[in-house]
T-cell receptor, first 114, second 114 residues
């Protein structure tokens, strides 16, 4: 049973437009959420995170929104650039859980077209 | 951020052979490293937590006798897939843990067992 769901396996966006990647979770015990970005033949790299006590966190072109009541978070990339083309993983953790046990979604492949 | 080196990147082996994957933390001492596995179209799943100088902790459903983990030093953890079979073909990736639950990943190892 998937605790973290990324229902869109892929997303295609025009350069300069907004990219919105969505993530849903089922476990209400999650209290910290992260987004990772992965290029082909490389390991995932940390992108941005948000604590459950916040509903928004912004870092440059990247903003993560958290809606706890809906158990939903989203990553906004504005403006999108071709170099943003990668697979984006949503992950969640319960601080009371075992260390390192981030629960990952399956990922969404973002393609930004010039 | 931490730099994690993982090799080999690609391994093709015959069924029944053993394969060793190395994970090195290059710029800080990692008392704990994590091993993940990702099957096609699935999420990254934690297999085990590797602890320097002690036995690894395995997640439920992961055979400890099949996936041998050694963490003999603060900078090196190894995962050995013993008597590999085609169903072990997967993407294996290690990580160390930084601040705020952020994980720093190696580049991953794609294992194909013929």
């Amino acid at each position: 049973d998937q605790q973290v769901k990324q229902n869109s396996p892929s997303l295609s966006v025009q350069e300069g437009r907004i990219s919105i990647l969505n993530c849903d979770y089922t476990n209400s015990m999650f209290d910290y959420f992260l987004w990772y970005k992965k290029y082909p033949a490389e390991g995932p790299t940390f992108l941005i995170s948000i604590s459950s006590i916040k509903d928004k966190n912004e870092d440059g072109r990247f903003t993560v929104f958290l809606n706890k009541s809906a158990k939903h978070l989203s990553l906004h990339i504005v403006p999108s650039q071709p170099g943003d083309s990668a697979v984006y993983f949503c992950a969640a953790v319960n601080y009371g859980g075992s260390q390192g046990n981030l629960i990952f979604g399956k990922g969404t492949k973002l393609s930004v077209k010039p | 951020g931490a730099v994690v080196s993982q090799h080999p990147s690609w391994v093709i082996c015959k069924s029944g052979t053993s394969v060793k994957i190395e994970c090195r933390s290059l710029d800080f001492q990692a008392t704990t490293m994590f091993w993940y596995r990702q099957f096609p179209k699935q999420s990254l799943m934690l297999m085990a937590t590797s602890n320097e100088g002690s036995k690894a902790t395995y997640e439920q459903g992961v055979e400890k006798d099949k996936f041998l983990i050694n963490h003999a030093s603060l900078t090196l953890s190894t995962l050995t897939v013993t008597s590999a079979h085609p169903e072990d073909s997967s993407f294996y990736i290690c990580s160390t843990k930084g601040r705020d639950e952020k994980l720093f990943f190696g580049s991953g190892t794609q294992l194909s067992v013929l």
